[in-house]
């Protein structure tokens, strides 16, 4: 799904379960990008066109963890608060995926201006910004997969109660 501008309004009357569809297919476009970055990384050893994928994505991942925050976790804390805990925590790793967008990534499009050839240091912060982006694509990922696995299926479960 394209993400069309910072000025996205949440659609509060898109039906749950065409939604939980909608946020996994965008899970999935968002796989094909982390692809992108794991094979520029690792592949083309090219750590600044990593870092500028993930800078184009950061908008719409941002807006998709805000929809389930909207959405999601009030579906879930009114029809399946006994059961929120878990996905309490998972919806709680929006924070880092935040934060790295917002702050860290900043100072690795920093740290890959830089000729990685001219000093040591700069050898070594080239290899700290590769193992960085390669520990946001996994834990993108990890994150994904338990909401797919815990999250999903609980606020599909909870639309159904009265």
Same mark, same amino acid.
């Given at each position: 799904? #394209?993400?069309?501008g910072? @000025?996205r309004?949440i659609? /509060?009357?898109e039906?749950i379960p065409q939604?939980i569809e909608?946020?996994?297919?965008?899970h999935?476009? /968002?796989?094909s990008? $982390?692809?992108e970055?794991?094979?520029?990384?690792?592949i @083309? @050893?090219?750590s600044?066109?990593?870092a500028q994928?993930?800078?184009n994505?950061s908008?719409?991942?941002?807006?998709?963890a805000v929809?389930?925050? #909207? &959405?999601?976790m &009030?579906?879930i804390? =009114?029809k399946?608060? *006994?059961?929120?805990?878990?996905s309490?925590?998972?919806?709680?790793?929006?924070n880092?995926v935040?934060?790295?967008?917002k702050n860290?990534?900043t100072?690795i499009?920093k740290t890959v201006? /830089?000729d990685?050839?001219? *000093?040591?240091q700069q050898?070594h912060?080239e290899e *700290?910004t590769?193992?960085?982006?390669?520990?946001?694509v996994?834990n $993108? &990922?990890?994150?994904?997969?338990e909401?797919? =696995?815990?999250? /999903?299926?609980?606020v599909l479960k #909870?639309n159904l $109660?009265?």
């Amino acid at each position: 799904m #394209a993400y069309s501008g910072r @000025n996205r309004k949440i659609n /509060f009357n898109e039906p749950i379960p065409q939604m939980i569809e909608r946020l996994t297919r965008e899970h999935r476009s /968002f796989e094909s990008k $982390l692809e992108e970055v794991e094979h520029s990384v690792n592949i @083309n @050893n090219d750590s600044g066109y990593a870092a500028q994928i993930i800078r184009n994505m950061s908008e719409s991942v941002i807006h998709h963890a805000v929809e389930e925050e #909207a &959405r999601l976790m &009030r579906v879930i804390m =009114q029809k399946a608060k *006994q059961e929120s805990a878990e996905s309490i925590k998972i919806m709680q790793e929006h924070n880092w995926v935040m934060n790295f967008l917002k702050n860290r990534l900043t100072g690795i499009e920093k740290t890959v201006k /830089f000729d990685s050839e001219t *000093q040591p240091q700069q050898q070594h912060d080239e290899e *700290q910004t590769k193992k960085e982006l390669i520990e946001f694509v996994t834990n $993108l &990922r990890e994150h994904f997969l338990e909401e797919e =696995q815990i999250v /999903f299926p609980l606020v599909l479960k #909870a639309n159904l $109660l009265q």
